[in-house]
C-alpha cells in the first residue's frame, strides 16, 4: 500500500541490528533536503514505512500488515522477500536508503509502467554516466544482440553480470553497447546467479589494469581536468601521492602532461588516478564542472612551498 | 615564524596518540585520571592542551596541537585555529552518533571551519561501522565542504603521516593558485 504523499510520514523499525538503525537515523537527519517529504522517527505501530529484517519475527509481523509499506533488509544470499514493497541488501548504504525512501512515492505508477529506455553509447562513457548521474539511481542493464550480460545498480553499489567479459578490451573498444533502464526489482532477476561485486571497487580495479594504456577521459590533450569530489578512498587502497595528486588537482585545473609535472607522478600510475576517478564520477573536464556552493579555504598567512616541503620532509624524516 | 596544526576530535577519538606519533619532543603530556568515566571509560584524559612540536629550521617551528576532549574549552578553539595551516578532525566510530559529533566540533570551530584546509580521519572502524565512511562524506557534502575522508587508525604513525599529508598538500595546492 502506498502512504499518502502529502502528509509528514514516519519511518519505523522491525527487528533491525542498531547499526543499521543508525544508518536510516543518520539518513534521515543528514539528507532532509533531499528526501522528497518530510519523514519522523516512530514507533512501529505508529508507523507508515517500515523497514523489517524478514529472519525475525517482528520482521515478519511486518511483512503480513498491509497497512504499511515495508522495506526489507536481507542478504543478497536469502532469495528476494516477496511480501516486501522494496528490498535493501546488506550492508546497508546511506545511498541506497534514501533512494528507497524516495521511491516510496515513485513506487505505484513505475509498477504500473515498467519504463524500459533504450540508449546505447561506448561502454566506458555509459558506466561513468550512470555512476556519476545523482539524479537517476535506476539500474540498467547492458545487452549484446539481445541477451543480457550486465546489470549496474548504482543505488546499491552492485555490477552483476558475466564479470569476466567486462575488461580492457572491451572498455576500450569504440562499439556502442545497447543499454535499458529497468526497475530494480527487475535488474534482481536479470542475471540473478551470475558473478557480482560492488560497482566502485570494480572500476578502479579496471582502472588498475588499463594501467597507463588510455585515457578514458578522451584524448585531446589540451583538455584541462579536475576533481570534482574526493575519491572514495575507503575503496581504494591508495600511496600517499595519490593523496597530494588530487589536493592539487582539485583546486586547479590542468592538463594532463601539467598534472604530471606538478604532481610528480609517473604517467602510468597518473592515469590510473585519472582513469579510475574518472569511472567512478569524481574526475570531470574541467568544462563540465559546477562552480558550485561549497566552501574553499584560503592560502594561511606565510605559507610557501619552502616552508611546505621542510614540513614533508621533517614529517616522514622524524 | 610559527606554523600550527590542530587536531580535533571527541575523548578518547586518539588525538594524543596521533600527536605522539609526530612530534619531536615527547608530546607535553597533560593526561589526567580520566573522572569522566560516563563519556569514555579511559583511565587519563588530556585536561589541557596536547602540544607537539617540530623545528623546521630557519627559525621556523610547527607546533600541533590536540584540542582538550573535554567540551568545556570549546570557546578557545576559533582562537586557536586563527592562523592554522590545517585541521585534522578525528571521528571516534566506535561512538553513539558520530556524525553528530563530528557536526558540533565543526561548528565549535564557526567561521573559520570552512576557510582552513581540514581532512577527517575515522578511527577504530570495522565491517560494522564502514557504512560511515560514505555517510560521513555526504555530510560534508550537505555542509559544501569539500573534505576528504579517511578511514585510519592513529596507532599506526604512517596513517597519521597520511592525515598530514593531505593538509600539507591542500596547502600547496593553495599556495600554487596563487602564484
Ligand atoms: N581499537 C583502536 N583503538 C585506537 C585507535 N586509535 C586510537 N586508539 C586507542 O584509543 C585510546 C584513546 O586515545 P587517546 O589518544 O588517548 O585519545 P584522546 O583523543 O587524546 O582523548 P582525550 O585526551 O581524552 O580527549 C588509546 O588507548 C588508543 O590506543 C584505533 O584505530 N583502533
Ligand atoms: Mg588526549
Known sequence: ?318 | MEYKILITGTMGAGKTTAIQQVSDSPAVLTDVHNTRQDESAKPTTTAAFDFGELDLGEGDCLRIYGTPGQERFSFMWPILARGAIGIIYLVDATRESPIDDLDSFIKAFGESSGTIPSVVGLNKCNDESSYLAPAIQDYLDSKGLQWPVLLTDVRERSEVLELFEILISLNEALVMEQA
Request: glycine fraction near 6%; aromatic fraction near 6%; proline fraction near 6%.
Open chain 1, 1 to 318: 500500500m502506498y502512504p499518502d504523499t502529502e502528509s509528514n510520514q514516519s519511518i519505523g523499525f522491525a527487528g533491525l541490528a542498531s547499526h543499521e538503525k543508525n544508518t536510516i537515523e543518520c539518513v534521515q537527519r543528514i539528507y532532509p533536503h533531499r528526501l522528497s517529504s518530510v519523514r519522523d522517527i516512530a514507533e512501529p505501530h505508529a508507523a507508515s514505512i517500515i523497514f523489517a529484517d524478514p529472519q525475525t519475527s517482528e520482521g515478519q509481523a511486518a511483512l503480513l500488515r498491509s497497512d504499511v509499506y515495508v522495506i526489507a533488509i536481507q542478504d543478497r544470499r536469502q532469495p528476494m522477500e516477496q511480501g516486501a514493497d522494496d528490498v535493501l541488501y546488506r550492508p546497508l548504504r546511506p545511498r541506497a536508503v534514501l533512494d528507497s525512501l524516495n521511491r516510496v512515492e515513485q513506487r505505484p505508477s513505475a509498477a504500473l509502467t515498467p519504463k524500459l529506455v533504450s540508449e546505447s553509447g561506448e561502454l566506458h562513457q555509459i558506466l561513468r554516466n550512470v555512476i556519476a548521474d545523482d539524479s537517476n539511481r535506476q539500474p540498467i542493464v547492458l545487452s549484446e544482440q539481445g541477451q543480457p550480460w550486465l546489470v549496474v545498480d548504482p543505488a546499491r553499489d552492485r555490477i552483476r553480470g558475466h564479470l569476466e567479459h567486462l575488461n580492457e578490451e572491451r572498455l576500450l573498444t569504440r562499439d556502442r553497447h545497447v543499454f535499458n533502464r529497468v526497475t530494480p526489482e527487475e535488474a534482481s532477476r536479470i542475471l540473478e546467479s551470475e558473478q557480482e561485486a560492488p560497482l566502485y571497487r570494480t572500476m578502479w580495479k579496471l582502472a588498475y589494469e588499463l594501467g597507463g594504456r588510455a585515457r578514458l577521459f578522451g584524448n585531446d590533450h589540451t583538455a584541462l581536468i579536475k576533481f570534482e569530489r574526493w575519491p572514495n578512498f575507503s575503496e581504494t587502497r591508495v600511496a600517499g601521492k595519490f593523496l597530494r595528486a588530487v589536493s592539487l588537482i582539485r583546486h586547479n585545473s590542468f592538463t594532463v602532461s601539467d598534472a604530471r609535472m606538478k604532481t610528480g607522478l609517473s604517467e602510468p600510475a597518473l592515469l590510473v588516478l585519472l582513469n579510475g576517478s574518472w569511472l567512478t564520477g569524481e574526475l570531470c573536464l574541467d568544462s563540465e564542472t559546477e562552480r558550485g556552493a561549497s566552501k574553499v579555504p584560503s592560502k594561511p598567512g606565510g605559507v610557501n612551498s619552502s616552508v611546505l616541503a621542510r614540513i614533508r620532509s621533517r614529517l616522514s624524516g622524524a
